[in-house]
């Protein structure tokens, strides 16, 4: 009885000392590890990809679309539409709207956003690309297509009394191109073409 209430307590002794051993390992070293190369290596990517304005002052993150409406709406390049909280863009309810493609509702606000964004940048409703009446998955995307951009151009000129071939360039030097060549779609990071946009003036 004695050799089996010994055997007990050696096993349990073993089993609190492994149950320690992991919980530092796993639970304080090896975090901080990964924490540590994440910030050493991976700075900006570590702490939320944080995007800053010319006085250094955070304006947003490069990876979280953000919405830029107001009465200078005009003078800014627009997002894709969101679905993420009740007003859009609101990172702590990423989501997208579950909405069909037969559902009545988002017919109805896809046509909606493409008549608004015929009338504002002066196109045919046919030229307004998917990206423009659609919200992303996430709800959440920062980036919009090229062609949505493109569209966008000679509104902003006008808006800023700058010339169409200056925004245009701003557009191509801030399209990145398919990851490795072949992978996703080519993109435009709105909240980095805005502030590249804003110091036109």
């Known amino acids: 009885m004695a050799s089996s209430s010994r055997s007990f307590l050696r ?23 990964v924490w540590g190369v994440g ?14 304005d010319s006085s250094g002052t955070a304006v947003g993150s490069s990876l979280i679309g953000q919405s830029f409406t107001g009465k200078d709406a005009a003078r800014w390049f627009q997002s894709r539409p969101s679905a993420a909280g009740e007003d859009g863009y609101d990172a702590n309810a990423s989501s997208g709207s579950n909405l069909g493609p037969s559902n009545p509702d988002l017919t109805t606000a896809i046509e909606e956003r493409r008549a608004a964004i015929a009338k504002a940048d002066g196109v045919p409703a046919s030229e307004v690309p998917a990206d423009a ?4 998955g996430s709800g ?7 062609e949505y951009a493109a569209l966008q151009v000679s509104r902003v000129a006008s808006a800023r009394g700058v010339s169409e071939a200056r925004v245009r360039a701003l557009v191509a030097a801030h399209t990145e191109s398919r990851q490795l060549g072949f992978l996703g779609s080519p993109a435009v990071n709105v909240l980095e073409l805005n502030l590249a946009l804003a110091k036109l003036g």
């Open 140 to 146: 959440l995307d920062p980036d919009i297509s090229p």
């Open 39 to 52: 910030q050493a290596a991976f700075h900006d990517q570590a702490n939320g990809s944080m995007v800053t």
């Open 133 to 136: 009446l659609t919200a992303s």
């Open 11 to 33: 096993s349990t002794g073993v089993a609190v000392r492994l149950i320690v051993l992991a919980t530092v390992v796993l639970g304080v070293a090896y975090p901080l590890a």
